[in-house]
C-alpha cells in the first residue's frame, strides 16, 4: 500500500491531460476522423482548384473551402469524446480517477482542442498549397505572403478547433450521442439554411458562416444583403460559443450525478 | 476505514437510501448485503462522490473523496462490470487511469498479469466477455495499489474457478490490513468470504454485525438474511420459497 507516498503531491492538471491524451490517442475513431477530415479538405482545395475560371476571385478562400464540410465531423468527434464516456460507463472511473470535475473538462478541452488545432493547420495548409498547384494555366496560386492570406489560413485552422470544442461542451451539456450530434448539425448547418432564407440579420453569427465567409477570406465578404464579421471579430464570437457551451458543460457536470 | 454518517439520497419520489450509518473497518472483508434496488449501489456511489447525497456523508480514512489527493492510490472501485470504452484496449484503459494518478506504467502490466488478462489485454475491451470485464474492473481498482476497496458485486459473470480467486484476493488484500468492502446479492459468496456485514433494505439499514453473529441467529445465513429483509425486498416472485403464493 502507498499510503505514505499517497500523502505526497496531488493530482493535477497535467496528470489529467495526459489521462485524456492517452483515453483520446488510443481511440480508432479519433484517428479515422481526423485523417478522412484532413483528406476532405485537400480533396476539394484540389477540385476547386481545377475549376477555377476566375483569378480575381478569393482563391484562398476557394482553396479552404472544405474546412467548412471538416467541421460537422470535427464537431461529431468532440460531441464523442464526451458522450462516449457516458454511453460506456467510463465517467464514472474517470470521475473516482478525478473527483474534480471542471479539471477533467479542462484537460479534455486542452487536449481535443490541440489535437483538432494541429488537424485543423496541417488541413488549411495543405489544401491551400494543394489548392492552389491545381489551379489551371494563366491563373496566379495565391501566396502565403500576400496580405490576409496567412492570416486566412491559420484562422481557418483554428475555426476547425473552435467548432470540434463547441461539439464537446454540447456533448457535456446534453450526454446523449444522437441528440448532441442532432442539436451539433442543427446549430452548425440546419439553422443556416433556415437562417439564410427567413432572416438575413443573424447569418453573419452563425458558426459555418463564420469559418467560410469571416476567417477563412482574405478579402472582407460582403454582398448586397449580409454584412459578414471581420476574421478577428468573428474568431471572438466563435471563441466565445465555445466558452459558453464548455462553461455551461462544466456547471451541469458539477451539478449532476455522475 | 469508511464511515458512512446519515446518508440519504431520494430520487424524485423514491427513496434511494434514507439515514444510513455504519463504519467498515480495516483489516476484514466486510459484506455488504441487500435485496436489489435495496439502495447498494447507490451507497457505493456516493461513497466515491458520484452522487451527491441529500443529506449525511461518507469518509474515507477521516476525508471526503472529493479531498483526497490521489484517489486511485487510496481508494481502489469496481462499481459496474462495463466502466471502461468497448473501442478502447484493456491496457490503453488502465494506461489513461494509471496517468490520471502518476501511477507508474509498469503497475499497468503487474495488474493484467493479476487478473490474468495479460495475454488480450491489446484487445478492444468491447470483445471482452462479462467475465473478462470484470476482471478488468478488479485490476483498474487494484491499479493504485489502495488500502481501501469499494467492489459492486464482483464476481458477477465469473466462472467458478474466478468465483473462487476473487475470493481468495479479497481476503488476501484484508489479511494485509486493507479495507475491504464488496457488495453482493450471493448471501453465499458473503458467508464465504466476509467476517462483518452490512445489511440494507429498501435503504435503511437492518443489520451491522459480524457473519458469525448474524449466522447464528437463524440455521443458516441465508434464513437469517431472509428473516432480517422480509418486507424489505423490492422486487419478489409471487411464490414464497415453499411454493406457495404469497
Redesign the interface.
Known sequence: MTTTAATRGRYRFSQVARMEWTKLRSLRSTWWVLAVTVAGAIGIAVAVGLNTRDGAADLTNNALAGISLGLLLIGVLGVLVMTGEYSSGMIRATLAAIPNRPLVLAAKAAVFGLLALAAGEAAGFIAFFAGGAALPDGIPAPALGQPGVLRAVVLGGAGFCLVGLIGLGLGAIIRHTPAAIAVLVGGVYVVAQFVAVVTHALMPYLPIAIVANSLTVVRPMTDDQVQFLSPWAGLGVLGLYAAVTLGVGAWLLVRRDA | MIEVRGLSKRYGPTVAVHELSFDVRPGVVTGFLGPNGSGKSTTM?MV?????PDAGQARIGGRR??E????????G?L??A????????GR??L???A????IARSRVEEVLGLVGLADVAGRRAGRFSLGMGQRLGIA?ALL????VLLLDEPVNGLDPEGIRWVRGLLRTLAA???TVFVSSHLIGEIARTAEQVVVIGRGRLLADTSVAELSARAPSLEEAFFALTDGSAEYRGALDPEGRTS
Do not use: I, K, T
Request: no cysteine; glycine share 14%.
Open positions: 456511489r466515491l462522490g458520484l452522487d451527491a473523496y472529493r483526497l489527493r490521489w484517489p486511485l492510490r487510496e481508494v472501485a462499481l459496474e462495463r466502466a471502461f470504452h468497448p473501442g478502447r484496449s490503453a484503459h494506461a489513461a487511469l496517468a490520471s494518478n502518476g483498474a493504485g495499489d489502495p488500502g494485509e490490513g486493507r
